[in-house]
């Protein structure tokens, strides 16, 4: 069973997506387990506190380093778990570091908010840090999200068919590239009709069709 162990301060956010698809069906069969941990539940301030405005000055708020490393540190216990934090700083996501990832056994995943979290935990406590895309998100509950399904449909027994994971954009299978097109019935939709090739149950015209219809992934 691979495990994720998410550190947030908006615990509600997953509720949903971890109950629907491949996902729900991962923790149902207990392919996956999913904790949940509240960052407030770690702070030491009476009201539960953990932000603050940054040093220098500027716009926003900074999560505090005592409610991070605490949860951080209770949560990993002596284990090697690797601790990802979701930062533009990051690498990008691309299915190559999906695949890699879907080798360990669990990871923490920690989710910034705001203008991000104190770089002292940063230094001390992350090993890696991952961005999903050149854009500003609110927080990290969403590329945490991203990074759960991207490595539970490459699981043993997640998806029905392996093949759909073996055999798609930017997997090996494919060199890296972009998928091919796909169609299914009717045969025709609005004066459009599915190649012949397709139709044609010549196995081998059918993947050389498919092969040359491939897109690099840059594209």
Not at 38 to 50: A, E, G, M, Q, T
Not at 81 to 110: C, D, M, N
């Amino acid at each position: 069973m691979f495990r994720f162990d998410i550190i947030t301060i908006f615990p509600d956010i997953f509720n949903s997506p971890l109950n629907q698809s491949i996902i729900g069906r991962a923790v149902k069969n207990k392919l996956i387990k999913v904790n949940i941990h509240n960052l407030r539940d770690f702070s030491k301030d009476k009201r539960k506190k953990v932000d603050d405005t940054p040093y220098g000055g500027g716009a926003g708020m900074v999560l505090t380093p005592q409610p991070l490393y605490d949860a951080i540190k209770k949560t990993k216990g002596r284990s090697q778990t690797k601790v990802i934090f979701f930062t533009p700083h990051g690498k990008k996501l691309i299915q190559a570091k999906a695949e890699t990832l879907s080798k360990e056994k669990r990871l923490i995943l920690v989710c910034g908010h705001y203008e991000g979290i104190d770089q002292r935990i940063r230094d001390l406590c992350i090993d890696e840090e991952i961005s999903v895309g050149d854009y500003v998100l609110t927080g990290g509950e969403l590329p945490a999200l991203v990074l759960i399904d991207a490595i539970t449909r490459l699981l043993p027994k997640a998806v029905h068919n392996d093949q759909s994971t073996t055999e798609e954009s930017f997997s090996k299978t494919l060199g890296g590239k972009k998928e091919y097109p796909h169609y299914t019935k009717p045969e025709v939709f609005r004066g459009k009709r599915v190649p012949d090739v397709l139709l044609s149950g010549h196995h081998a015209e059918i993947k050389k069709w498919r092969l040359s219809k491939l897109k690099d992934a840059e594209k």
